[in-house]
């Protein structure tokens, strides 16, 4: 039950996107914390899109402004693996696709990741 909506997209590329996106919610989060998946139409209805909300340490507004950049890692402790070429890869599939990150995120709350994809 509920609507479906058509997205015209290269599978392999959007999977990549949305595992890279719920791989740091959950790198990033406690073990126990939240992490909700959302799928919905955007208000224009021309665009999809899916939103990740956790719960985790959260970003600045300086690491949310860079963290699409290519080997940027908001946690510089080296206590989280990975190489900080997640979210640039996201950005770039995204982009590829004709639709759009967000990223916005409070310190000590948790971060929103928002992919939107043309409907096709």
């Known amino acids: ?32 914390d939240t992490v909700e998946i959302f799928i919905e139409p955007e208000a224009t209805g021309s665009l999809v899109a899916i939103r990740t909300i956790d719960q985790g340490v959260g970003m600045n507004p300086e690491q949310v402004q860079r963290v699409s950049e290519r080997f940027f890692r908001a946690d510089t402790s080296g206590n989280v693996p990975g190489t900080g070429l997640g979210m640039s890869i996201v950005k770039e599939i995204v982009e590829r696709h004709h639709g759009n ?20």
Request: cysteine-free; glycine content about 8%; hydrophobic content about 40%.
């Open 1 to 32: 039950p509920g609507e479906t909506w058509n997205i015209l997209v290269d599978r392999k590329k959007a999977q990549q996107a949305i595992l890279n996106v719920l791989s740091n919610a959950y790198k990033y989060s406690a073990s126990g």
């Open 101 to 120: 990150l967000f990223v916005s995120s409070t310190p000590g709350r948790g971060t929103t990741v928002t992919l939107q994809f043309p409907v096709a």
